[in-house]
């Protein structure tokens, strides 16, 4: 369990977290909460004891140079770091890790238990699935909650997900369970393009974050490697002719269904992300 000699004191916070793993096609989700803590420069709090979770012969330890030359051991892990917002003082607690082997439910117990000694408002999963969307439209992020009442404040889907779920969903219950206001967000990666990274993907989760958090993210180089991602695909579209034609039947389906990209509220999102974004600059 993780102990502490002195608990930080949090103003606001709200819990981001993602997990390598089932729940993250593309990488796209531990890419969001990893960008995040580095545009936010989040500070180390603690992590979770690897031996209780993580089997190393499924998540083996890695062995490299750091950049004196001198090789360093790196386990599997669960860490938790802290960062706050400038904008609004905000404090928000990421969690980036990978789904463990085993004791999922003490797993959970322990980030919740410390989501209570923080006195943290509101949970945030990520996660990331592989769908039938073309690479050249807009990822679809999906945002649900099983709470009624959250649903209505933030105008998200209740969750009529039935099946498998990874360890996303069972933290996304155990919130419910325990009174937590929790929502989650998932990104929709291409499935035909599955290998990781997917960029553009992270920068869709990345972006949604923004408008919950009403809070400026310094992007970096996430739009440019969003971009070579997706001449990437384009050029193994036109070498295959298959590929090339399937795009383009996902691009036909796409561009008759409804767009919530192409929503008022979407597009009104997009135009208060960019005056922020000038503002600052």
């Known amino acids: ?54 089997d190393y012969q499924v998540n083996r330890p890695t062995i490299a140079f750091d950049e004196t030359g001198v090789r360093s051991l790196t386990w599997p892990a669960t860490r938790i770091f802290v960062a706050r917002l400038a904008e609004s003082g905000r404090d928000v607690v990421l969690i980036q890790g990978i789904e463990p082997n085993m004791k999922w439910q003490q797993f959970v117990r322990e980030i919740l238990g410390l989501a209570a000694e923080l006195d943290v408002r509101m949970v945030i999963t990520l996660g990331a699935l592989l769908s039938d969307s073309p690479h050249t439209r807009p990822v679809p992020v999906t945002a649900t909650a099983t709470d009624a009442q959250l649903c209505a404040e933030m105008d998200l889907e209740i969750s009529t997900y039935e099946g498998p779920t990874g360890i996303v969903g069972v933290l996304q219950e155990a919130c419910t369970r325990f009174g937590i206001p929790a929502m989650s967000l998932w990104a929709a990666v291409p499935h035909y393009v599955a290998q990781p990274p997917c960029p553009k993907a992270t920068l869709a989760l990345v972006s949604r974050i923004e408008d919950v958090l009403d809070a400026q993210v310094p992007l970096g180089e996430l739009p440019d490697e969003s971009r070579a991602w997706e ?49 600052s600059d």
């Open 1 to 54: 369990m993780i102990e502490f000699d002195e608990l930080p004191v949090l103003v606001d916070p709200v819990m981001v977290c993602a997990f390598e793993g089932w729940n993250d096609a593309g990488d796209a989700a531990s890419g969001a909460v990893g960008h995040l803590i580095s545009a936010w420069q989040a500070t180390a709090l603690t992590e979770l004891d690897s031996e209780d979770y993580y």
């Open 231 to 279: 001449i990437g695909v384009d050029e193994l579209a036109e070498d295959d002719e298959e590929i090339g034609d399937y795009v383009r039947q996902l691009e036909e389906a796409r561009d008759t269904a409804d767009l919530p990209e192409a929503s008022g509220e979407a597009i009104a999102r997009e135009f208060e992300r960019y005056l922020r974004r000038r503002t």
